[in-house]
């Protein structure tokens, strides 16, 4: 149980162009999803906290207009990435929170971004 | 600002041997801490956690006791497999911060030589 899945789990796209990545927890109703960005050989870093049927609190120095998160549902939370340049090229990793539960997160797989 | 630092990988050994990670953290208050394992492909899963001062964690024969005078919550296993080779982060989350929010240092990569 408790599985989060990510789609793609591989994106190329062209410098300007905006891009979509889908989270989804599978089997679990998720009260919190997390966004966060991972550049090699560095940590997770956080950029933004979502509520379903809310707005997301984003972390001091990420973008809001740039880095578009939407939590519609319990289940599913989507970043876009509007106008990519090259340096928003990295790996996006999303967690969940189940409903209920309070310090685990699930993770998913996460997603590898390159924009040329 | 809350912050955990971990030792620098990548670390390599051999099968059956004893591992220690380093972790020490900074923080504010009284957090929980955690250790994550990211297997080659896959997502982070929680290894072990301890939620306040000489608690100690433990999971699938790793070990990790919460340190509050030297903050630190080392990770230990007696004899590693090679199955243990990923990607390990340490953490810290505060329990009275809503969202529980997650602070991670930098991950320490294992590889378990046959």
């Known amino acids: 149980g408790a599985v989060v899945s990510q789609h793609p789990s591989w994106v190329i796209c062209k410098s300007g162009t905006s891009v979509k990545i889908e989270c989804r927890s599978l089997d679990f109703q998720a009260t919190t999803m997390f966004w966060y960005r991972q550049f090699p050989k560095q940590s997770l870093m956080l950029m933004a906290t979502?509520?379903?049927?809310?707005?997301?609190?984003?972390e001091q120095g990420v973008e809001k207009d740039k880095f578009l998160i939407n939590h519609a549902s319990l289940t599913l939370s989507t970043l876009t990435v509007t106008s990519a340049h090259p340096e928003d090229s990295s790996f996006y990793i999303c967690?969940?929170?189940?409903?209920?539960?309070?310090?685990?997160?699930?993770f998913g797989p996460g997603t590898r971004l390159t924009v040329t | 600002g809350d912050s955990v630092t971990q030792m620098e990988g990548p670390v390599t050994l051999s099968e059956e041997a004893f591992l220690t990670i380093n972790c020490t953290y900074t923080?504010?208050?009284?957090?929980?801490l955690f250790w994550y394992v990211q297997y080659p492909g896959e997502g982070l899963q929680l290894l072990l956690k301890a939620t306040k001062a000489d608690d100690k964690g433990s999971n699938k024969g790793f070990e990790a006791t919460y340190r509050k005078e030297t903050t630190s919550f080392h990770l230990e296993k007696g004899s590693v497999q090679v199955s243990d080779s990923a990607v390990y982060f340490c953490a810290l989350s505060y329990s009275g911060a809503g969202s529980y929010q997650l602070t991670f240092g930098k991950g320490t990569k294992l590889s378990v030589i046959p």
């Open positions: 979502s509520n379903e049927g809310s707005k997301a609190t984003y």
């Open positions: 967690s969940a929170r189940e409903v209920g539960r309070s310090y685990e997160q699930y």
């Open positions: 923080a504010t208050g009284y957090p929980s």
